[in-house]
C-alpha cells in the first residue's frame, strides 16, 4: 500500500478533511473555511492544505489511492426550499394522496400543529389515468396520452424534474416503467425522473410518493454538484473514483450517487456514527451516545451493541422518506448559532451566523452574538491560532456583542456568555433525550463520545445534566466524521414487500425471496468495482402485531434461516424483545404479519488501521489561563493535545487545545489519554 486514503465531510461553517498515509501508517486532518458560494473550492483548499503539512513524503492529490466524501447539499437544499420545481405524475383515482399526507398522530391536541409544506403544490400534480389492483395486476392500462401531455406540459412551464408516484407500483412497477419510457422517448435521455417503486419500494402510497417527489427535488442539484467536484478533482489528477457516503451508513460511488441522489440525504452527518461504530471496537463499549455540535448544528445518534442504529423511515421537517437510515436527531444548535431576546427571555439557535458572515469574534461582519463568542469571552477558546491557525479571533467584538445582548437582559458580557452556555447545553441535552428517554433508553448506561468542532467544549456539561459516567473525546473531533467514513463499507439496500401473516407464511418461499434478492444485491456491486470475494449480505424482515400499523426491522442470520423447523419461535422471540426493548412491553403468543423483506449488500473496502500512542515517559509541558465556571475564573491548565501520551492524566478545570477543536473539563473532573488517542472524562471521587 502506497498511497493516500482520504475523507472529506463538508459543513455549514467547516470543510472536514481526514488522511491516512498507507506509506507512513499516520494520520493526519485539517479544515478549511466552507464556501457557500462554490463548495468544491473549500474542499480543495482543505485537501491540499492537509497533504502540504504532510510529515512523511511529499504528497500531492495525484497520490490519493481512495476518495470519500459526505455532503449535506442535498439536505441544505431541501431545508433552504432550493430544489427545483417538480412535476408529479399521480394516480387519477388517488392524485391527492400527497396533499391529503397523514393526521398529526403524535400531535392530536397541539393547537399551533401545522403540516407540513409539501414539495410539489396541487396545480403541478398531473392526474393519469390507469389502475392495479392491491396484488399489481392491471384493472384499467395506462394513459399513454395522460403521459405525453404531462411532457408537453414539463417542455412548456420550465420544470426540471419529475417525480412518479402510481398506486401499487411496489406490487407490481409496469405503469411507472411505462411511463418514464414515454418521458424520456419525449424529454430526452436526460432528464431527471424518479420513480416512486425505484425510490422506495415499499408499501403506504403517500410515503412512497413522498420520497420519489423529495429525490426528484433534489436530484440535479446534487447530480450537478457531484459532476463539478469529479471535474475539480479530475483537473488536479485525482486518478481514482469518488465515494459519497450514504444515509444508510455505508458508501457508494459517485456515478451511482448520481442516479441515487435520495440515498445521500444525511450523508454528512452519519460519517460521525460510524466512527463511533470503529470506536466502539476499539474502546471495548457497544453502547454509546454520538453527539456532534458544529457551526451550524448538533447532531445526536446511537450505537447500540457495536451497530449504528438504523431505520427504513426518516421524517424531515414533517416529510416521511423511506430509506435505510442512521437514526439522527438534529437540532440548531452550533458553534454559529445565535443568541438573542425574546419576550425577555433568552435564546439560541436555530439561526446560524454560518461560515460567512460568522460569529462576531471572526471579524468578517457579525455583529451578534453566538455560542462561540461566548466561549471565547470564558475563556474557554485562544482567540490565537483558532481553526487550526487559519485566523485569529477578536475577543473585544464577542465582548461587545454579548454586552449589547445582557443590557436588554440586565447582564453584564461573562454573565450573559455564561448565559448562553447554559441555555444551548439545556436544547442539547433535551435532544439527546428525545433520541434516548423517550424511547425507553437510559442514557446513563451509555457513554458520551463527543466530536465536531464544538461538540467537546460542552461535552462534560451535558454528561453532567443527564447523568452519563464517562465522556469520550476521540483523535480529530474536529473532523471525526470525516474519519467515519473512513471506517464504513460500500452498501446497497434493497427492500422488496412481503403481506404474510405468520401462519401464513411458506418458509420455502421466503427463503427462495431472499436468495433472489441476495444475489441481486451482490450484482449490484458489480457497478461500485468490489472484487467477488469482498462482498456479503444481511438480511432482515419487517414485522408487526396483526392489526398494527407500523413495524419493526428484524435480522435474520440468512436467507435459508427460514427453512430452520423451529423458525416460527426464534422470529417471534426475536420479535417480541426487539419490541420490548423499543416499547417497553410485548405480547408473547400473539400473532404477527410479515410486511418486507429486506437485503443489504456490503462490500469490505480497505479499512485503516488504528494508530496506537506511546507511552507516557514523563510530564508534559502546559501553562495557565483563567477560565470561568459557574461564575468564578480559575486558573485553568491549558494543554496541547499532541504533548499528551497514553497514562498521561491530570485534574480540571482544564482546556485541551488541538487544530480541529477544543476540550473543555470543569473542576471536579479528571481527564486522561488512552491507547488509541481519545481524552477518557471521569468525574472524580468525592
Same mark, same amino acid.
Not at 154 to 181: D, K, M, Q, T, W
Not at 255 to 276: C, I, N, W
Given at each position: 500500500?502506497? !498511497? ?13 478533511v481526514?488522511?491516512?498515509?498507507? #506509506? ?19 474542499v ?8 502540504a ?5 511529499? &504528497? ?22 432550493r ?9 387519477q383515482?388517488? @392524485?391527492?394522496?400527497?396533499h391529503? /399526507? ?11 400543529y ?11 400534480? =398531473?392526474?393519469?389515468?390507469g ?21 408537453? #406540459? ?5 420544470f426540471? &424534474?419529475i ?8 406490487a407490481? %412497477?409496469a ?42 427535488y ?7 454538484y ?6 475539480v478533482?479530475?483537473d ?16 457508494i460511488? *459517485?456515478?451511482?450517487?448520481?442516479h441515487?441522489?435520495?440515498?445521500t ?49 426518516? $421524517? ?21 448559532s445565535?443568541?438573542?431576546?425574546? &419576550?425577555?427571555?433568552? +435564546? ?9 458572515p460568522?460569529p @462576531?469574534?471572526?471579524? $468578517?461582519?457579525?455583529?451578534e ?9 470564558l475563556?474557554?477558546i485562544d482567540e ?8 485569529d479571533?477578536?475577543? @473585544?467584538a464577542?465582548?461587545?456583542a ?10 453584564? &458580557?461573562v ?10 447545553? /439545556? ?5 439527546i ?6 424511547? !425507553? ?12 468542532? @464544538? ?21 480529530f473531533?474536529g473532523?471525526?466524521?470525516a ?10 439496500d ?10 401464513? =407464511? ?26 467477488r470475494?469482498?462482498?456479503r449480505?444481511?438480511c ?31 422470529? *417471534? ?13 410485548s ?6 404479519e410479515?410486511v ?12 485503516? %488501521?488504528?494508530?496506537?500512542? %506511546?507511552?507516557a515517559? *514523563?510530564?508534559?509541558?502546559? +501553562? ?6 459557574d461564575? /468564578?475564573?480559575?486558573p ?10 497514553? !497514562?498521561?492524566?491530570f ?25 488509541g488517542g ?9
Amino acid at each position: 500500500m502506497t !498511497g493516500l486514503r482520504v475523507s472529506m465531510d463538508i459543513g455549514g461553517t467547516f470543510t472536514d478533511v481526514v488522511v491516512y498515509d498507507e #506509506r507512513t501508517g499516520r494520520y493526519r486532518a485539517g479544515k478549511a473555511s466552507t464556501t457557500p458560494h462554490d463548495l468544491t473550492e473549500g474542499v480543495m483548499t482543505a485537501l491540499t492544505s492537509v497533504l502540504a503539512g504532510s510529515d512523511g513524503p511529499p &504528497a500531492s492529490p495525484a497520490d490519493v489511492s481512495f476518495l470519500v466524501h459526505g455532503t449535506t447539499q442535498g439536505l441544505n437544499a431541501f431545508l433552504q426550499r432550493r430544489g427545483v420545481r417538480v412535476l408529479l405524475l399521480a394516480g387519477q383515482d388517488a @392524485a391527492d394522496t400527497y396533499h391529503i /399526507a397523514r393526521g398529526p398522530r403524535t400531535r392530536l391536541y397541539d393547537l399551533h400543529y401545522r403540516k407540513p409544506e409539501p414539495l410539489v403544490p396541487l396545480r403541478d400534480i =398531473v392526474p393519469v389515468g390507469g389502475r392495479l389492483d392491491a396484488a399489481g395486476r392491471e384493472i384499467e392500462p395506462l394513459d399513454e396520452d395522460a403521459v405525453r401531455e404531462a411532457a408537453r #406540459r414539463y417542455r412548456a412551464e420550465g420544470f426540471e &424534474a419529475i417525480a412518479v408516484g402510481l398506486l401499487f407500483s411496489h406490487a407490481n %412497477p409496469a405503469h411507472e416503467l411505462r411511463a418514464a419510457e414515454i418521458l424520456r422517448a419525449e424529454l430526452g435521455e436526460d432528464v431527471t425522473i424518479s420513480l416512486s417503486h425505484q425510490a422506495a419500494n415499499e408499501w403506504r402510497e403517500y410515503e412512497r410518493t413522498s420520497s420519489a417527489v423529495l429525490e426528484a427535488y433534489i436530484g440535479p442539484v446534487v447530480r450537478r454538484y457531484l459532476t463539478s467536484l469529479t471535474g475539480v478533482l479530475a483537473d488536479h489528477r485525482v486518478a481514482v473514483p469518488l465515494h459519497v457516503m450514504q444515509s444508510s451508513g455505508g458508501v457508494i460511488t *459517485a456515478e451511482t450517487a448520481r442516479h441515487r441522489p435520495l440515498q445521500t440525504l444525511l450523508s454528512g452527518p452519519v460519517g460521525g456514527t460510524m466512527g463511533g461504530v470503529a470506536l466502539a471496537r476499539a474502546l471495548g463499549r457497544d453502547n454509546l451516545i454520538c453527539v456532534d455540535m458544529g457551526g451550524t448544528s448538533f447532531d445526536v445518534s446511537l450505537v447500540v451493541d457495536g451497530r449504528p442504529d438504523v431505520t427504513s423511515e426518516a $421524517r424531515l421537517e414533517g416529510l416521511p422518506v423511506l430509506m435505510s437510515v442512521v437514526d439522527i436527531h438534529t437540532i440548531g444548535a452550533g458553534g454559529g448559532s445565535l443568541a438573542w431576546e425574546e &419576550a425577555g427571555g433568552l +435564546r439560541v439557535g436555530p439561526g446560524s451566523a454560518g461560515a460567512a458572515p460568522g460569529p @462576531a469574534c471572526y471579524g $468578517r461582519g457579525g455583529t451578534e452574538a453566538t455560542v462561540t463568542d461566548a466561549n471565547l469571552l470564558l475563556g474557554r477558546i485562544d482567540e490565537r491560532g483558532f481553526a487550526g491557525g487559519e485566523f485569529d479571533l477578536d475577543a @473585544a467584538a464577542a465582548e461587545q456583542a454579548l454586552s449589547a445582548l445582557g443590557k436588554r437582559l440586565g447582564l453584564d &458580557a461573562v454573565g450573559m456568555a455564561e448565559g448562553v452556555c447554559e441555555v444551548a447545553n /439545556a436544547k442539547m441535552a433535551q435532544a439527546i433525550r428525545t433520541i434516548t428517554v423517550a424511547r !425507553g433508553i437510559e442514557p446513563r448506561e451509555f457513554t458520551l463520545v463527543a466530536f465536531g468542532g @464544538a461538540g467537546p467544549m460542552h461535552s462534560v456539561f451535558l454528561a453532567r445534566e443527564l447523568g452519563i459516567p464517562e465522556v469520550v473525546v476521540p483523535r480529530f473531533p474536529g473532523a471525526f466524521s470525516a474519519w467515519g467514513m473512513l471506517e464504513t463499507e460500500i452498501r446497497r439496500d434493497f427492500a422488496e414487500p412481503f403481506f404474510r401473516l405468520d401462519a401464513d =407464511v411458506d418458509p420455502r418461499d421466503m427463503a427462495d425471496r431472499l436468495s433472489t434478492a441476495a444475489r441481486t444485491a451482490l450484482d449490484a456491486l458489480d457497478s461500485e468495482g468490489v472484487p467477488r470475494d469482498r462482498r456479503r449480505t444481511e438480511c432482515a424482515v419487517d414485522i408487526r402485531y396483526a392489526a398494527q400499523e407500523y413495524t419493526l426491522t428484524v435480522p435474520l442470520t440468512g436467507p435459508d434461516e427460514p427453512l430452520l423447523a423451529d423458525f416460527p419461535e426464534i422470529i *417471534a422471540e426475536r420479535f417480541a424483545r426487539q419490541h420490548h426493548t423499543r416499547y417497553g412491553h410485548s405480547n408473547k403468543g400473539a400473532p404477527l404479519e410479515f410486511v418486507a423483506l429486506r437485503v443489504t449488500a456490503l462490500g469490505a473496502l480497505d479499512g485503516a %488501521p488504528a494508530e496506537t500512542v %506511546p507511552d507516557a515517559e *514523563a510530564d508534559f509541558p502546559h +501553562r495557565t489561563r483563567g477560565v470561568v465556571f459557574d461564575g /468564578a475564573e480559575y486558573p485553568a491548565r491549558i494543554v496541547e493535545r499532541d504533548a499528551l501520551r497514553r !497514562g498521561h492524566e491530570f485534574s480540571g478545570p482544564a482546556i485541551v487545545q488541538e487544530p480541529t477543536a477544543t476540550t473543555v473539563v470543569p473542576p471536579g473532573y479528571r481527564v486522561g489519554l488512552d491507547a488509541g488517542g481519545s481524552l477518557v472524562i471521569r468525574e472524580e471521587a468525592k
